[in-house]
């Protein structure tokens, strides 16, 4: 079974791909960057399921390509977008380096969702929050700082994963997944602390409310390039990780996803900057996937990863046509810009397209996948605490996310693009920009009007009985009716929340408290243990002086002393160091008699 | 010849030590030469007895013939081995790299060779009072070449070097006197066996065992016995940090791990349950400590110097934690570190001359300035995280593997914890390194290379071939983890049991 396609994990051609990308001229470059994504998307299309490459690694099993119907829809996505956001890279001016380094995280991602073993998954989930803070930090100034939050962020994330990959192995025994042959009888991280440590860190990738700060922080401060992969492959690859580790779903993480949308949309309601705006609408997002994931059934989680898959395409894309508008007139700032529907048609199409996407209106993408989820959540989740007339709990916070979505978006396209004049001449999205913007607006619309495209790539075949536990049809007259009464309950919303909302400050989100918590916490222990050395130094530090000129040549060495001590108080003189090694020995002669 | 392959490897450089000081009569330049012919020497004379190990087991020889237990014994297992190796092989690197950066005495080089001599004889030998001699011919050789500094700083780091190495030195030696009083001999193999009769719980035991672990662990430098390293490393000549760096610290903890395995053995740990974890406790606080401190530091040196506190209470935690993957892990952390701490010092120095940068804030945007030595500086630092493939994760990922095994869930913890510290200070590095405004100007590193009178600010090739060596190093022994897993297995049965 296995052929030539599967000789080698695809991350190894992409690496060397992304070294190309920083050594060879600029256009020359990308256009490798394009053809070979485009290579990788048919690669992911053609290559045959099973598990590929099995090696040892440190004396462990491990699996380097593992093909099955969820990492290819990954796989497929990832080259889609990697096409489209390379042709953007270039047509926005961004520096070779900086897409060699988008390069190798796309490549990163590719590793990790071609994984067979836990192994193998975080050392791909590390080397993505490696390379994906290098992208960041390449555009150096405040996305320096920001990048530094994001490193630490993903650190603590990746620890936690790995802490509980670890606790799973030494209750199973192996690393592979359960659904690779010889891997474990039950699949996913064993319940208990482990199962805890892995969705506290898996939730950082993908933005539980809470851990998510690092989204708006970071995601708005690069490029306008580097954004636009940046929202495309943590959250996703966190939520595909969700699903290894939570093959059967559970409750908390699929309330957690409700929570998600409703929060993520609600603050993105409080944004200006557009980047920031759209960040929070990431969270809002991937809280639906969350949800689907959680609930754990075929339907829902058929539902979730086809929400990966679109919500890459419309996210993707607004992230590029505000990167056009950033590009073309150098501000971020909702509140001042206005009126540019009339100047960049193009744009402001496609992010027409892309927002009806994202708000799931009928007859685009995001309608057929949020429906599935608020379907499984419907027909195949329990009613919980409060349900609301014939909604279960988790599917009315799924629609008031829905409806907190449309209001963020009407008001998006209400201030950048429809609001008074622009004043000044500015120019539309250049030609590759286009390109990549129409070519991803058409396939929102087209998976969005032919759903069973979307289907057949699905690893649940929603519309087969035997698969589902409710079999789903996207137009039915409620479904229609639904997605049509939300974006009128959203706009009526925006209509009357508009003069309130333009007067609101900042609203500051929990990372107000957290960043400092953080920084005086690391602070106070460096301090704390340095404090306490200079303390013991001071008590010390006049005997050893007395010490020191009594065995060697005063002049010299005083100098030495008093111009190299006392400037460090960190350092111990030598009467102290033999009074704790005295100590020390004591203490462990004690300890053993 | 081939029969006394032990001793010559510790006679060889005790000889060649001489040689410069006679020739000081005729020339002040002749040390290098020698050095290096020695050293050749040396190396040649390791890797025949790597080959005799490999194809014979175990070589034990009697010194002067006497019959053991009463005569001294020098025994070379795998263990020794992988430690030998890494002692010639860093010495030659060394060499290569003092060449252009001095210092060039003659004197510079006999203390060279005779802490080579010092540092051979502490890894084969297989007697406890052997051990502490070449404990002390270490030692001196180390003070006088932290000493060789040409600022008073040096001087003074020498002395506390000394004062404090000195009575570490004597605590061990004050522990061999209990050990002898217990079991009437001084034999490693001899002493395993009879203070297994002594009795473990036994006083004279414990304190023997107290006391050698507290005397070595001075010269392992583990918190918070280490004040003494950080002005050592950061005051000696760059060849010197380089050196000692690598090397001292690295065959004390060798010597450790040979007294808890050869004369106390597993089963000492395990019937005086104290005793391992008085150990794990000391290596743990080292880890947290030494990366604390690490982090809090604005010179790189001596963020290098912290971060060696934390990395041997690793490897000390490794060896407490005395399951077979534990040793094994501890063995290539062991042999990892060396390598990868001799070329970061190597490469800060290389990085001081080209540029003047000394300190976190003047390393901003040295990365495009000094491309070769930073590019190494960045991989070594990388590896010393523990970014797989490098050397520095093998080591890492089995010892952690072994704690939980063991079911040392604190040790896994400080574990992770620690290469998160680690993954601060040398991030925070990488970053100014190579996403930072520059911060020292171009004619900087002119201004301010007066103080390297010997070497001046030129850099030879042999210098950067050392660094990058170094770096290529980091990653390519990984591949060799399987020959040595093969080598421990084969020649240490009753400590991988």
Redesign the interface.
Known sequence: MAGPLTTAPPVVALLAVSVAIAFLPRRVGHALGVVTSAAALAWAWAVPGGAFLRTTF?GFDAVLLNVDPFSRLMGVIFGIIGVAAVLYSHASEAESVQTAFAYSYVATSFGAVFAGDWLTLL?FW?LMA?TSTLLV??H?GKA?RAG?RY??FH??GG?LL??AI?QN??IKGTFLFGSVPGGPETAGIAPGLPAALAAVGIGVNVGFIGLHTWLPDTYPRPHVAASVFLCVFTTKTGVYGMYRAFPDGHVAIAYMGGGMAVFGATFALFQNDMRRLLSYHIQSQVGYMIAGVGIGTALSQAGAFAHVFNHILYKGLLFMTAGVVVYRTGEENLKKLGGLARQMPITAGAFGVAALSIAGFPGFNGFVSKGIVIDGAHYTFAKGPLPIYEWTTLEWLLLLGGVGTFMSFIKFGYYAFFRGEYDGDVADANRGQSVAMVGVAVLCVFYGLSDGSLFALLPFDVTDEAVVEHVYHTYTVPHVVEGVLLGVIGLVAFALAKKPLSKLGRVPDIDTLLNPAVFYGTRG??VG??ELYAAADRATVGGTRTF?NS??NPD??Y???V???SSNP?????G???L??AV??TA??L??? | MIDHLPVLLVVVPVLGATVPLVASLYTDRAGWGVAAATMLVHAVLAALLAQQVRTGGVVSYAVGGFALPYGIELVVDGLSLAVVALVSAISLGVLAYAGQAGPHENSFYSQFLLLVAGLTGMTVTGDVFNLYVFLEITGLAAYGLVASGR???A??AA??YL??GT??AS?YLLGVGYALAATGTLNMADLSTKLAAAGYDS?LV??A???M???L??KVALF??H??Q??AYAHSPDSVSAFISALVSTVSAYALARLLFSVFTVEFLTA?P??RW?LVAVASVSIV?GS??A???SNVQRMLAYSSVSQLGLVIAGFAVATPIAVLGATVHLVGHAVMKGGLFAASGIIERETGATTVGGYAGMGSRTPLAAGSFAVLALGMVG??PAIGF?GK??I?VGA?EAGLWPV?AVL?LS??LT??YF?RLG?RL????ATIRDEGAVADGGEHTDGGTTVSTGMLAVVVLAAVLAVALTAAVPALEQLLTDTLPPLLQ
């Open positions: 440190l050392f590390e490696v930090w390449h150096r320096v530094y490193a630490v650190g603590i620890t790995m802490a670890l192995y030494a222990l460096v243990l340095t020191v065995v060697t010299t060495v100098e030495g002393v111009g190299g001590d960190l350092r111990a003189g030598i102290l160091s033999i704790v090694l020390f020995v462990v002669l300890l053993l008699a | 600022e008073a700083s001087a003074v002395l506390k004062i404090i009575v570490g605590l006083t414990l304190t065992f107290g006391l672990v507290g005397g662990s001075v918070p016995l004040t003494w950080p002005d005086v104290a005793a008085a400590a604390a401190l982090v809090s530091q970014v797989p093998v990922w089995y952690l939980i896994v992770l290469t998160l993954l601060a991030a970053e190579y996403f930072a405004e």
